[in-house]
């Protein structure tokens, strides 16, 4: 992989040269986040939230700044820069598009993700203006700890009655799960080669 702690430029060669998969939404809504990557003293770190209970969808759980795409979005990565924006504070001419992943089919919301990955292009550590009914904490994960396997685990949950097999990554005292979690498997993956 590397020996120091940023990934950015292994980050930009890999997704660069990755196509992602789409999905159809075939009615159903849809959404885009981002996965925000920068470097604080030479370490890269991954911007995440932590949604308030006041939201409508995937109240307390950790997730990538976005949401829903509205009807004047130009386009879904318009929609990821402009939640993002809402929900944290980061003006778009602060993100630096790198690369997009597979979409992929929110289980619970029935949402379709689009997920797109930036790095942040300002000065760190930032000042994140955040949202406080959408946005009750805004956490900064170092990368080499989500890359690191001993701080995943995968459970079996039952979901409209099958069995699924959900990875859950563990940050201090939050667990990140489902489409998030999703997402950032297969970022990993990618990282990992």
Known sequence: ?????????????????????????????????????????????????????????????????????EEDDV???????RETFEEVGLMPEHVERVGQLDDIVSRVS??????????????????FNH??????????APLAHLLDERNM?????RFEGEDVVIDIYRWRNHAIWGATARILTQFLGLLRG
């Open 153 to 157: 685990s995968r459970e079996t949950r």
């Open 110 to 127: 029935n949402f379709v993700i689009s997920p797109y990955v930036g790095f942040v292009t300002t000065a760190t550590p930032m000042a």
């Open 1 to 69: 992989m590397t020996t120091s702690e940023s990934y950015l430029e292994l980050a930009r060669e890999r997704l660069e040269a990755y196509r992602p998969q789409r999905i159809d939404p075939l009615g159903r809504p849809q959404a885009a986040v981002l996965l925000l990557l920068y470097d604080i003293d030479g370490r890269t770190h991954v911007l995440f939230t932590k949604r308030t209970e006041l939201v409508e969808h995937h109240k307390g759980e950790i997730c990538f700044p976005g949401g829903s795409q």
């Open 131 to 140: 949202a406080v009914h959408e946005v009750d904490e805004v956490l900064e």
């Open 75 to 81: 386009d879904l990565y318009y929609t990821a820069l």
